[in-house]
């Protein structure tokens, strides 16, 4: 109930950022266009109820917001958008939460 209240008032907001080379993500209304290193883009369409924003700054990652009033519903579409590209664990690339901290392994030890 009280998940309701603060969705009517003040609503749910979460952020997702687009980490490594040449990933980029543009929206046209609720249609988000997100290039993630595939061979073709990714349309993901956004339901109505909730409000999308893209921002690229120049030297910062991508950064994907998604509002609304539904924390459930935010919620589902913030993991579908980051199941295409999870974070992997060696270089850390691929899409995650704002703040989200990926633990990195070490790889291949170099030779002798």
């Known amino acids: ?37 595939y061979s073709h883009n990714i349309l993901v369409e956004v339901p109505s109820e909730l409000t999308l924003a893209t921002e690229q700054l120049k030297g910062q990652n991508p950064i994907i917001t ?6 459930q519903l935010v919620g589902a579409v913030c993991a579908k958008i980051r199941s295409l590209r999870k974070p992997e664990p060696y270089k850390g690339k691929g ?13 291949k030890s170099a030779g002798k």
């Open 1 to 37: 109930m009280a998940n309701l209240v603060q969705g009517v008032t003040e609503g749910f907001e979460k952020k997702l950022e687009l980490v490594g080379v040449g990933y980029k993500a543009t929206n046209q209304g609720n249609l988000l266009d997100l290039s993630l290193g």
């Open 95 to 107: 899409v995650r939460f704002v703040g989200e901290i990926v633990r990195k392994k070490a790889g």
């Open 66 to 71: 998604i509002t609304g009033s539904d924390k």
